[in-house]
């Protein structure tokens, strides 16, 4: 199973919740305890992933995007990854929209306004100091573009070219999305690698964890150990 993390910009609500939201986070599994009204709670919504190559090689098949959008509805939002502290926000709902070219979830996202810091929350992202926001996802398989076997195990390298093409991978088999965080921007871009993209397929065939920030991302990556005798799929 591999641990991914994926930024993107946060964008306003055109318009206030609407019957269609309310009756979405009405309905989420673990519901709020009251019902919730248009009045009670604040909406936005962000970009979040799509089927572009993003700057780790890796991207999604436009086909598994519904799919990705379903799991992050009813996930918890937190602030910065803290797992210590509780939720601020809650993903709901969304539609797959295009943008410059390709396909991408745009989920929306609530919080109460009754909450202490709910108006504080507010002016930080309508300001745009809190300007990103992130899913951790999980997925089985990383798909050669070129033979689709697991990319950790065939003979070719993530950006590499073969003849015209473009050597990436794909999210095979999206699992979970574990959670969404605010944070205030991603890895800054251009502030360097942690892990060369060259050894990133070595460095995954070994049971260790490896962090990849390059093109204002940041990517975790966990996987268990494969022998290299073993061709079958990577397992839990």
Partial sequence: MILQFLYGPVTAAHETAGSADLEQINSLPNPPLTQLSADQIYVRRCRLAGDAVDSQLGCFRTHDLPKLLELTHGAP??????????????????????????????????????????EDFR????????????????????????????????????????????????????????????????????????????????AIKGRKTITVRIGGRTYEAVAPLIQESQKAEMRN
Avoid: M
């Fill in 77 to 118: 939002a937190l602030i910065g990854h803290n797992r210590q502290s509780v939720a601020v926000a809650r993903f709901f709902g969304g539609e797959v929209e295009d943008f410059g070219g390709h396909h991408y979830i745009i989920p929306k996202f609530y919080w109460p306004k009754e909450h202490s810091a709910a």
């Fill in 123 to 202: 002016v930080l992202l309508d300001a745009g100091i809190i300007s990103e926001a992130s899913i951790a996802f999980t997925f089985e398989k990383p798909s050669c573009s070129i033979c689709a076997k697991d990319i950790r195990e065939c003979e070719h390298e993530p950006g590499a070219h073969y003849g015209l093409k473009l050597c990436h991978y794909y999210y095979d088999g999206i699992d979970r999305v574990l959670e969404g965080s605010f944070v205030y921007r991603g890895a800054e871009p251009g502030t360097g690698i942690l892990a060369e993209i060259s050894d990133l397929k070595k």
